[in-house]
């Protein structure tokens, strides 16, 4: 049964063992904490719905590790609890995230109202997520999961951004999450309320891009049975969003860089021009200087996208995240299969720390999602980690060896790594199709 969970941080013995007592008959799951680096720890490897946190702490003032539990996971309620109440540190508690602030000594009647009121706005958040899942919407910009300065720079542009209707370029590497950020600039825009498009554009045949792009009318080729609108006239009122826009033919950059100068497009074999107004988000994961150099992409369409920059590091540039980002998933994958994995053990996180993602956020999650499927309860364990388990062992012995799927992954990763994710480098490089590794990263989650 899931019971919910609730943290105690107290540097009083008789407060702490007070709280979890009272919990415990509640109907909760009670741990406490007597410092700041124990609550730390806790809230990295465990999943908590809400924490009572003293303000007054040995070592780390409770304000400081309000800000570190959110940072960790956004999700828990905090409340704050002091004897010595005043309003600046109330306003400064509520401004910093805090769910409610007391003054002590507590009141056991008015604290099991107050969780209560914590566990019907946890069934609340869970039903809008819920909703929200189902409705297939995005990420919003105050849920990017990432406490590392770049990615708190990366939210500050995006709130910055959405104001405005110019174009925005995202850079980074494969499974960053160039897709949500693009959503929550859409999301956080006055465009909210129009489409959103998501289009990977190395994924459509070549053939039929221009069709695919800017519709078609009856006719206009072998096929064409009727009237199609094309995904710009889709976005229109709304944003679209074309990812590997470097992998787009010249042709067809030059009627993209038309579109953008003249806000208009026309359908393939029709004489007749149509307005659009879409805002246009372009996403690629290699440097676009070098497309120009090398002459894949145009340098006016170039300038043209380059308007709002946003570089997107590697997760292995920002392992301070992954705590964060593994409480975010776990909470969406006990959702998703029913489950009450309520954490991630030490050593497992260790592990997943020490490992440098070249798969990104989005190996991360497949990587957990994996566990998830093979059976993980209780915490997230290495044994349920195969992949980083099989790493963690020194000197592999040869009958240790990897399957040829697992030999061929690593490597066509590698090759993208040492070719800063240039498919056609790396496919070069082995001496294989740009399709077949197209073929081989979808096969594997990771596009």
């Not at 040829?404 to 240039?422: F, K, P, T, Y």
């Amino acid at each position: 049964m899931d019971r919910p969970r609730v943290l105690v941080i107290d540097d009083q013995e008789e407060i702490r063992n007070l709280l979890a007592e009272a919990l415990t008959q509640w109907g909760y799951q009670a741990a406490t904490a007597a410092t700041g680096a124990q609550a730390i720890e806790l809230v990295q490897g465990q999943l908590f719905d809400a924490a009572f946190l003293d303000i007054r702490m040995p070592e780390m003032d409770g304000l400081e590790l309000l800000r570190e539990i959110k940072r960790h996971d956004s999700a828990v309620a905090v409340v704050m609890m002091t004897g010595y109440p005043t309003i600046s540190t109330a306003v400064e508690a509520l401004k910093e995230g805090a769910y409610d602030y007391l003054a002590k000594p507590l009141i056991l009647e008015e604290l099991h109202h107050l969780m209560s009121r914590v566990m019907e706005r946890r069934f609340l958040r869970r039903e809008v997520s819920s909703l929200r899942s189902r409705l297939g919407e995005q990420l919003v910009v105050n849920e990017l999961v990432g406490i590392s300065p770049q990615m708190e720079r990366i939210k500050e542009i995006i709130g910055k951004v959405a104001a405005t209707d110019s174009p925005v370029l995202i850079e980074g590497e494969s499974g960053t999450g160039k897709e949500l950020v693009a959503a929550a600039i859409h999301r956080l825009s006055a465009r909210s309320k129009g489409p959103f498009i998501p289009v990977n554009c190395s994924a459509i045949p070549a053939d039929l891009l221009e069709s695919e792009f800017f519709g078609h009318v009856r006719g206009a080729f072998s096929g064409a049975v009727a009237d199609a609108l094309g995904l710009f006239r889709s976005a229109n009122g709304g944003t679209i969003f074309l990812d590997e826009v470097a992998e787009l033919p010249p042709a067809l950059q030059v009627k993209l860089l038309r579109v953008l100068q003249d806000q208009e497009i026309r359908p393939v074999g029709s004489t007749k021009t149509y307005p659009v107004d879409a805002r246009v988000i372009a996403a690629t994961n290699r440097r676009l200087e070098e497309a120009v150099k090398d002459g894949s992409l145009r340098q006016d369409l170039f300038y043209r996208l380059n308007v709002v920059r946003i570089e997107i590091p590697p997760l292995r540039e920002r392992k301070g995240d992954s705590p964060g980002l593994v409480a975010h998933f776990l909470r969406q994958f006990n959702q998703r299969f029913g489950r009450d994995v309520k954490g991630i053990t030490p050593e497992a996180l260790s592990a997943l720390m020490a490992y440098d993602f070249p798969g990104n956020v989005r190996e991360l999650a497949n990587l957990l999602e994996r566990a998830y499927a093979l059976g993980a309860r209780g915490e997230v364990t290495l044994a349920d980690l195969p992949a980083l388990s099989a790493r963690s062992q020194t000197a592999p012995q040869l009958r240790e060896l990897p399957t040829l799927a697992q030999a061929e992954r690593d490597l066509i990763l590698r090759a993208l790594q040492l070719h800063g994710n240039d498919k056609d480098q790396a496919a070069k490089a082995l001496g294989v199709s740009r399709r077949t590794i197209y073929r081989r990263l979808k096969e594997y989650g990771l596009v």
